[in-house]
């Protein structure tokens, strides 16, 4: 049985699709009982075309996992019908793109990203973890950023949250790899998303689409490697460790060249023109959140 958190789209319900047809129980998570019918709807109705070969089956369960309560109610609903899960996806999550200037008073960007991004993931990993234990197996795949690795500038509060994860998951997979339960990490690069649509400049900029995002995850749910990131990000994460002052002064110009938008100003948002500088700078670190 699968959890896939952040189910009702994007890409949780890109991998949602891939997940039911290759024949488990998947288990998609939200806040929006209309948009999880919705989603659980269309799965259907490609599971039905397909004539389900491998008897798929799509669930959904309403939950705000920014709150630890609602947390709580999920795992202890997971546990009472299906003795907990076999596989993992913390999906869900929460981006904001706002340099550190416009964040003086804005204190509460850092603390909702951590609520959802970190203390939610935490809560719901383990709330499960033991019974992943004492059956010796299970898999967690925690979706993080391309920007963990790269320290991307005007994402603060969201790569903080993220490199939190990232920390937590290094230290428990340590703990528990011998009693069979495995994690895997993706430093996600820029995703066509919902997430991401307030920010119009990226409708000029390449990024992934959900069912790309989701093919690393069916990889990390098939290999169970330690971590999935891209050549850039690797990249990124390497001159930020040889040089880090260089990699500084590259991320600055990426600063400087995208500013914030009209919405993270608290203007009312327009629509965003890339020049050809930011087009070629976005197509040469294609991925990097900017």
């Known amino acids: 049985m699968v959890l896939v958190t952040g189910g009702s789209s994007g890409i949780g319900l890109a991998a949602a699709h891939k997940i039911a047809q290759a024949g488990a129980i998947t288990v998609i998570v939200g806040r929006d009982q209309d948009k ?140 528990f790899i011998d009693v069979g339960v495995t994690f895997t990490t993706i430093n996600m690069p820029l995703v066509k998303t919902p997430m991401i649509a307030p920010t119009r400049i990226y409708d000029n900029v390449p990024t992934l689409n959900p069912e790309e995002a989701a093919d690393l995850i069916v990889q990390a749910i098939v290999y169970r490697p330690v971590r999935i990131a891209t050549r850039l990000g690797v990249f990124g994460q390497v001159l930020h460790a040889m040089a880090p002052r260089v990699a500084q002064i590259v991320m600055n110009t990426t600063f400087r060249m995208f500013p914030d938008s009209d919405r993270a100003k608290g203007e009312k948002e327009g629509k965003a023109k890339a020049t050809p500088d930011q087009i070629a700078l976005a197509n040469l670190m294609r991925g990097v959140h900017f």
């Open 36 to 175: 999880l019918d919705t989603a659980k709807g269309e799965i259907d109705a490609v599971l039905a075309e397909a004539g389900n070969p491998n008897g798929g089956e799509v669930v959904t369960l309403s939950a705000d996992l920014a709150s630890m309560d609602s947390c709580d109610q999920m795992v202890e609903w997971l546990v009472g019908k299906y003795g907990g899960v076999d596989v993992l996806i913390n999906n869900a999550g929460r981006s904001i793109r706002r340099g550190v200037e416009s964040s003086y008073d804005r204190f509460h960007d850092f603390e909702r990203t951590m609520q959802l991004n970190y203390f939610g993931c935490l809560r719901t990993t383990m709330g499960l973890l033991p019974h992943m234990a004492a059956k010796r197996s299970g898999h967690v795949v925690n979706i993080s950023s391309i920007g963990v690795l790269t320290n991307a500038p005007r994402f603060s509060a969201y790569v903080a949250s993220k490199a939190a994860l990232d920390a937590w998951t290094r230290c428990a997979a340590s703990e």
